[in-house]
């Protein structure tokens, strides 16, 4: 069902959903000395979240068996943890992944099927301001430039990104752009190129774009009055690494890579300036198939999806952000979390969990980084991207 992206999506769904746990390697003991400086220097307490509840957007596959009607529409306790249903936006097919305008006011979503499209929807009423191709098939993930302007999004069937304006009112324009990962060659056992992510850098000054099937991080500059990208630079990760998820450590120097086909992550050194990534050496993860990593906003922890393995990793993130030191793992509370998202604030964290359906929950000790469930997970059918506002 679909396009051959989502095919090849759910047949790694599958494999990992019969892979047997793995046990985690000793994690490597850093000497005291070197380790208190940073820990001082990294005590930046996260923002206050605002007491009460708060928004929380569900993305699903509508078209999966058991799959929902739409876009979840659901709210937060931010004290607790604790999710409530509130109901769906219809009339959206196969949102597998939303972001949000920097103002808050318009929710975009893509539409992973065949015929790939992103549609945008005015949060104040939840009405639904229109679709726009995005030229390719099975897009999977989008972002919003930080400027509010133009809305990026990525075909992984067809490994090409695409540039959509936005407008005043937050409905998108006509495609402005669409660049095909043409090259380098796919790596080993790939069909072809499958671009899995699109994102700005920290600084704002390039778009960066992740292709599994190309083994590639590619950095393009936006051109800001025409919505066009132009390639300034790649980075290629050891042959057959599958590279899937791109985080920023809060710095704007240092990311972290989460590579699905090799189980490994990577920290990679950026250059604000030139745009050009540096991808260091790969570290196994233990686990299998991991997703994605996300960082607390002071820096200090960043945590591991891991779908095969059904665990979430956590990493002490040391050297200013330039190196990951795994703590160690704990059951992520369902089956196949496809993604995570931390609370503005940093303070809980949330898993959307595929093939359970359901949204696991955790709290995160400020001091520890230690993760722990809140309650029961919220069910949600066929959850596959979760966006607390």
């Known amino acids: ?15 990992a959903g019969t892979a047997a746990a793995v046990a985690l390697p000793a994690c490597e003991e850093q000497p005291a000395p070197a380790a208190q400086p940073e820990r001082k220097r990294q005590r930046t307490p996260a923002p206050e979240a605002a007491p009460g509840p708060r928004a929380l957007y569900l993305g699903t596959y509508t078209s999966a068996d058991g799959g929902g009607q739409g876009v979840g529409v659901a709210s937060y306790d931010v004290g607790t943890g604790r999710i409530t249903g509130v109901g769906t936006i219809g009339d959206i097919p196969d949102p597998s992944y939303l972001a949000v305008h920097p103002d808050g006011r318009t929710l975009y979503a893509v539409n992973e099927r065949e015929d790939g499209a992103v549609t945008a929807v005015r949060l104040s009423d939840r009405k639904v301001l229109g679709s726009r191709g995005s030229g390719g098939s099975a897009p999977c993930h989008l972002s919003v430039h930080p400027g509010g302007r133009w809305l990026f999004s990525a075909n992984y069937g067809t490994g090409s990104v695409a540039v959509h304006p936005i407008e005043s009112s937050g409905a998108l324009g006509e495609r402005t752009d669409l660049v095909t990962h043409s090259r380098p060659a796919p ?21 960066l774009a992740v292709d599994l099937g190309t083994d590639t991080v590619y950095t393009y500059h936006l051109d800001e009055t025409k919505g066009t990208l132009a390639e300034v630079s790649r980075a290629r990760t050891r042959p057959g690494a599958g590279p899937r998820h791109l985080t920023f450590h809060p710095g704007g120097r240092y990311a972290y890579l989460a590579n699905e086909v090799d189980n490994t992550v990577a ?25 994605q990593l996300v960082v607390t906003p002071d820096g200090r922890y960043a945590f591991l999806a891991n779908r095969g393995h059904n665990s979430l990793s956590r990493y002490a993130v040391e050297a200013d952000g330039a190196r990951l030191r795994l703590l160690g793992t704990v059951p992520v509370g369902g089956d196949f979390p496809r993604q995570l998202a931390l609370s503005p604030d940093g303070g809980l964290l949330f898993a959307a969990n595929q093939r359970s359906s359901t949204v696991s929950v955790f709290r995160i000790d400020q001091d ?10 919220f069910a949600s059918p066929v959850a596959v991207c979760a966006l607390p506002l």
């Open 1 to 15: 069902m679909g396009s051959g992206g989502v095919s090849r999506r759910r047949f790694f769904g599958a494999l």
């Open 187 to 207: 790596g080993p056992d790939q069909d072809g190129p499958h671009a899995h992510q699109i994102l700005t850098s920290p600084d704002g000054g390039h778009v």
């Open 267 to 291: 920290v990679c050194a950026y250059d604000p300036g030139s745009g050009r990534v540096t991808v260091g050496e790969a570290q196994s993860t233990g686990t299998s198939y991991p997703a």
């Open 368 to 377: 520890s980084g230690e993760p722990r469930l809140t309650g029961e997970p």
